[in-house]
């Protein structure tokens, strides 16, 4: 099986991201597939040898999207590309948007009310088909496969408007006005709901910019050039055309540009060493040195010195590349919670449009051939105003923003999921050697024994505040420890922690684990080691130490970079807020649906209320909802 995550082009609301995730999904091969229509991306896991690239591509071009597998075209430019579309699209369309109000309102007047009609028919025609082609492009193909999204409801409401325009450009006359009927076009509301529509489009994308920073600051960390030692010269070259093997030279000020070991290293400080800043993989503030057998990372700065490393880890196999992709996954990932909205996404735009119908079939029933014009201006309104963006952006918004928020914190979570189960945690079971304490390296632990329980081991920097921080959110922590009791209690003690056990073995802290949560509890386990490997799988929040075995890592489902254990109470209230975001987000977008569906069709009038929501408004609250939920989103950034 092979895991990948292929950039998704094509994507505008919740709806989309639906359909291409259940195309996936359909196909043999395809064990999982789920697509974030955020990021713009499909996490696949599949059988390479039952499905290739190649055929998910052509699968999903066919509903009309498209999946980037090619080496040579970056996403990225992509991305640009139809950034740049949409900005040329949206100016244009309010150009035409503009003049066809002028005509269809009579402010110019070109000849008549005819000749105006005439006029306000070919610059809607004209948007249609150089700013507004896509949406009937992709509701074609939608439609050919049975499916639809927000492009549905834009081309239905939108050719609707035209079409109902067209026929009472030249017919109006001799249909309407020989029955005493008035009848008017709409021309300049089929144009603004284009406009308003790709305006929302382009502010979203602006405001979803912002929530991928996180993995753009992570990228910007590695270099692209580097400077190679061979045959005793050094020149610099690509960092693409490394190789396992070579070797390098870095100084102060440099980026790290691979992962190895060092060969030789000088300071005019420290002899026969330098000093990098990890922190931006470690999160400790120091610079550490690094001598001759000391391994290095990409995307590191030397803050002194120089020295030379062979190349050891390339390309996706060097530690940064890994956290990138991590981080990639969760943010592509989904929350239970945004599930249940996908498969709401899946039906929502086939009941907006019976809801649509119905309203047409009840305003002409009531009022006959009189009502029809009204009939037909519900319809459209309900079209464009029942919108699924809002409720698709709401959970994976919040979600991408704090996971890339997470990760600016050295707080490394594996997917939506885990990001969810922290705000619920109340118990937090936690090791002691390697996570709690650091082991003194520079003793003899032969004679061990002998020394003072502050000389074998020291707590790490933070912990006992972190721990009464911890406490003070209601979080009960076990300490368990396979030293023997008297290093146990004193350790406990010194950290503030109230429950501890001592010489546990790794089925011990596992058992603890099934205890608390047979007790009702949520448990988060957090270490290091192989031992703790059980515990770390069965917990509900499984956190491992960055600096602790592989092993541990993959058992959890999030990784604390460097020794700061303050991270740890911070990640909870990140979850908390993140999770009331996402409640915040999804209120309003249903409540947003809940009122303005009603008032689109007029309901009011039922009432004696003489209002209503016109097609133009429509489009433009439509948008507005989908802006609004991003930028909600957007406030986690400023979250302390």
């Known amino acids: 099986m092979e895991k990948r995550t292929l950039p998704v082009v094509g994507l505008a609301c919740s709806a989309c991201s639906a359909n291409v995730e259940k195309k996936l999904n359909s196909l043999s091969g395809v064990k999982s597939a789920s697509v974030n229509l955020l990021a713009r991306t499909a996490l696949v896991e599949y059988d390479a040898t039952e499905i290739s690239l190649e055929k998910m591509k052509s699968e999903v071009n066919a509903i009309g999207y498209d999946l980037v597998i090619e080496s040579n075209r970056s996403a990225e430019a992509i991305e640009r590309r139809e950034l740049q579309l949409l900005k040329q699209s949206t100016l244009l369309s309010w150009v035409f948007a503009i003049l066809c109000m002028c005509v269809s309102m009579g402010w110019l007047n070109l000849g008549g009310k005819a000749m105006n009609n005439q006029v306000a028919l070919l610059l809607a025609l004209a948007n249609f088909v150089v700013c507004g082609r896509g949406f009937f492009v992709k509701s074609w193909q939608q439609l050919r496969h049975a499916s639809a999204n927000m492009d549905t409801l834009v081309a239905l409401s939108t050719g609707i408007a035209f079409v109902f325009s067209a026929f009472n450009t030249f017919w109006g006359d001799a249909v309407w006005s020989v029955r005493g009927i008035e009848w008017h076009t709409y021309f300049d509301a089929s144009v603004m709901i284009i406009t308003f529509v790709l305006t929302g489009r382009l502010l979203e994308e602006r405001a979803k910019s912002e929530t991928a920073g996180s993995i753009r600051q992570l990228m910007g960390l590695a270099p692209k050039t580097a400077r190679l030692v061979e ?130 079939l009840l305003w002409w029933l009531v009022g006959g051939n009189a009502a029809l014009p009204q009939a037909i201006l519900s ?239 429509a489009s433009a609250l439509m948008a507005f909802s989908s802006v609004s939920v991003v930028l909600n989103s957007l406030r986690l950034k400023l979250a302390k």
């Not at 030279?249 to 026969?272: C, H, L, N, Y």
């Open 231 to 360: 045959a005793g010269e050094i020149r610099d070259v690509p960092i693409a055309t490394i190789a396992v093997g070579d070797v390098l030279e870095v100084r102060a000020g440099d980026k790290v540009p691979v992962d190895g070991i060092v060969t030789q290293a000088e300071s005019f400080m420290t002899e026969g060493g330098a000093y990098v800043d990890e922190s931006m993989i470690t999160g400790e503030p120091s610079p550490a040195l690094k001598q001759k057998g000391a391994r290095v990372l990409a995307g590191t700065v030397v803050s002194q010195g120089k020295f030379r490393f062979k190349a050891q880890q390339i390309g996706e196999q060097t530690a940064l590349a890994q956290i990138i992709k991590m981080v990639q996954e969760a943010q592509g990932s989904k929350a239970p919670v945004q599930r249940v909205v996908d498969r709401v996404a899946r039906v929502f735009v086939p009941a907006v449009a019976l809801i649509a119908l119905v309203t047409f």
């Open 379 to 617: 319809a459209v309104a309900v079209l464009v105003i029942a919108c699924p963006c809002a409720m698709g952006l709401a959970t994976p918004t919040a979600l991408m923003v704090a996971i890339g928020k997470a990760a600016q914190m050295n707080v490394l979570i594996k997917d939506a999921a885990a990001l969810e189960s922290l705000k619920t945690v109340n118990a937090m079971v936690i090791d002691k050697t390697g996570t709690l304490t650091i082991p003194n390296q520079n003793i003899d632990f032969t004679k061990a024994d002998d020394l003072p329980l502050e000389m074998r081991e020291t707590l790490k920097p933070h912990a006992e505040e972190a721990m009464t921080e911890l406490q003070n959110m209601g979080i009960e922590v076990y300490m368990m420890s396979g030293d023997k009791d008297e290093a146990a209690h004193y350790w406990a003690e010194k950290a503030g922690i109230k429950h501890y056990r001592s010489r546990v073995l790794p089925q011990d802290k596992e058992n603890m684990v099934r205890q608390l949560q047979a007790e009702g509890k949520r448990v988060a386990m957090v270490g290091d080691g192989i031992n703790d490997t059980q515990a770390l799988a069965l917990a509900d929040v499984g956190i491992a130490m960055g600096r602790g075995t592989d092993v541990a890592m993959d058992a959890a489902q999030a990784t604390l970079m460097g020794d700061d254990l303050r991270r740890l109470p911070q990640a909870i209230r990140l979850s908390r807020k993140t999770t009331a975001m996402i409640g915040q987000n999804l209120f309003w977008a249903f409540i947003y649906n809940v009122v303005c569906i009603p008032l689109a069709a007029g309901v009011p009038h039922l009432f004696g209320i003489n209002f209503q929501i016109t097609p133009m408004w």
